[in-house]
Each structure stands twice: as structure tokens, then as C-alpha cells.
């Protein structure tokens, strides 16, 4: 429960909101935020660029927008924001924080790191509605499978390949999480010399850990030879890596791997 305190007058002192918020902008910071706004960028890479926080980055979208100094985009104001909580999805949420820290990583040119897209395959544009056929913004089709682990890159000369997953098992990870495909790609990256892993995330716990592939390999077999299909949460905390925010990273899995 808040408390607020009284007054000389012995009355309670109204409390005021967002007190830590910067709201002071300079002309140039507006121009280049405006820029960056036309440009596509989201609020979370404009909270980077600008040097300023995701909150103060909103509060200035509402602020220009009612000023008609920015449009709207497709789907609203906040298209692209990663802050939008979806409780329907936590694995999405799990999957903005690590998009966000590798923007972060860009930024800071630590390292460039992706995520994989879903392959679309184009259908002839005949299957269009009459109405929107010979208008090139739209196609029709269909996604088949991300082709690839979740995110790929390099940092520092090293590449990387790393799989997201996140399970609300307090206890342990279930290895059913991950299918032989994708434990078949991080094998290939990591007999080429790349360093390849998998970020698990205990909902619960509200924990990252980073598994490497040779402990996924082994615990993986194993399961495979009919040992236990899941990896205590216990065992995490012994021999894992424990993904901490440092170094205005979210998720600073680098710091983890021990390679920036």
C-alpha cells in the first residue's frame, strides 16, 4: 500500500506522477525524433537513438501526434511496440525482451544479432479478390516453418545461434520444448565452430538461463536412451549461466557467454 504523507496543514499531499520523467525536449532532439518516426522506427530503437527512456519516447508520440506533428501508423501509434503486454502470449514477451537487447547490442556495436523470419511462399495473384489484383502492396500466401534456429549473428568475430524457450514448469524444463530439428541445427552451427545455445526462461522464477549445446546434447541423448525427459530447475541454478540486466541490456546474455 502507497503512503502519502501530510502537510503543514494536516492534510494528505496529492501525489504527483511520472516526477522522474524528463519532459523537456530540444528543438533538434523533436526534428530528429520526427525524422526517425518517418523513417519506421519503433520505440524501443527511437528510446536508444534518442538517448532517453521507452516512457519519455511515448509520452513525446502522444505529445506529437495530438500536435499533428507525426501520422499514425498502420496499426496505430504504438506499431512495433514491444512494451504492449500480451498475456496471451508470454513466449512473445520472452521473444521482445531478447529483440530489444539485440538492438541494444547494435547500437552499442557489440554485436548484430536477428531473428529468424518464417519463410513465405507467394501465391500468383490471380487468388487475390478482383479488387485488389495488379495493386503491388498486396500478395497472398503462405509461411512454412522459420527455416533456422529463433536468432543468428556475430559478435566479435564469433558467430552465434541460439534457440528461445520458455516453459511456466517450476521445477524443470521439459525437453519436449525443443524438437530434434532444432537441436540438429545447433549441433551443425556448433560442429562449424559457432557458438550455439539455448536461453530458457522460467516464467515463474522470472529467470534466464543460458544452456549450451553440448549439456542440451547430453541431456537430450539421454532422454533418448529413456532417461528423464526434462532438466531440474536446480540443476539450471548450479551449472547456468543466470542471465542478469547489466549494462542497460535486458537480457545481457553476451556478459553471460563471456565474449563481450
Not at 487468388?127 to 533456422?148: A, S, T, V
Not at 536468432?151 to 530434434?180: D, Y
Request: aromatic share 14%; with cysteine.
Amino acid at each position: 500500500m502507497t503512503l502519502f504523507p501530510f502537510n503543514d496543514e494536516g492534510g494528505i499531499m496529492k501525489y504527483t506522477a511520472l516526477e522522474e520523467i524528463d519532459f523537456l525536449w530540444e528543438p533538434d532532439e523533436i526534428k530528429r525524433f520526427e525524422q526517425l518516426w518517418n523513417d519506421g522506427v519503433d520505440i524501443i530503437e527511437l528510446s536508444i537513438m534518442l538517448n532517453r527512456s521507452e516512457v519519455e519516447v511515448a509520452i513525446l508520440i502522444m505529445d506529437r501526434h495530438m500536435q499533428g506533428g507525426i501520422t499514425e501508423r498502420e496499426f496505430g501509434v504504438f506499431e512495433g511496440n514491444a512494451l504492449a503486454v500480451n498475456y496471451a502470449n508470454r513466449g512473445k514477451l520472452f521473444e521482445n525482451d531478447i529483440i530489444r537487447s539485440n538492438t541494444a547490442y547494435k547500437h552499442k556495436k557489440w554485436a548484430f544479432v536477428e531473428k529468424t523470419e518464417p519463410i513465405f511462399h507467394q501465391l500468383p495473384s490471380h487468388y487475390l479478390p478482383k479488387r485488389l489484383q495488379g495493386q503491388k502492396q498486396y500478395k497472398i500466401g503462405y509461411y512454412e516453418g522459420k527455416g533456422f534456429v529463433d536468432f543468428f549473428g556475430v559478435c566479435q568475430g564469433r558467430a552465434l545461434a541460439f534457440e528461445a524457450k520458455s516453459t511456466t514448469i517450476k521445477t524443470s524444463f521439459p525437453l519436449k520444448n525443443i524438437n530434434a530439428q532444432q537441436v540438429a541445427d545447433l549441433e551443425f552451427w556448433h560442429q562449424l565452430g559457432g557458438i550455439s545455445f539455448v536461453l530458457i526462461q522460467f516464467e515463474q522464477q522470472r529467470e534466464v538461463y543460458i544452456l549450451h549445446y553440448p549439456d542440451l546434447k547430453k541431456w537430450w541423448d539421454g532422454a533418448l536412451n529413456g532417461e528423464r525427459k526434462s532438466i531440474p530447475y536446480d540443476w539450471f541454478v548450479m551449472n547456468c549461466e543466470k542471465v542478469k540486466s547489466t549494462r542497460g541490456v535486458i537480457l545481457d546474455y553476451l556478459s553471460g557467454l563471456g565474449i563481450q
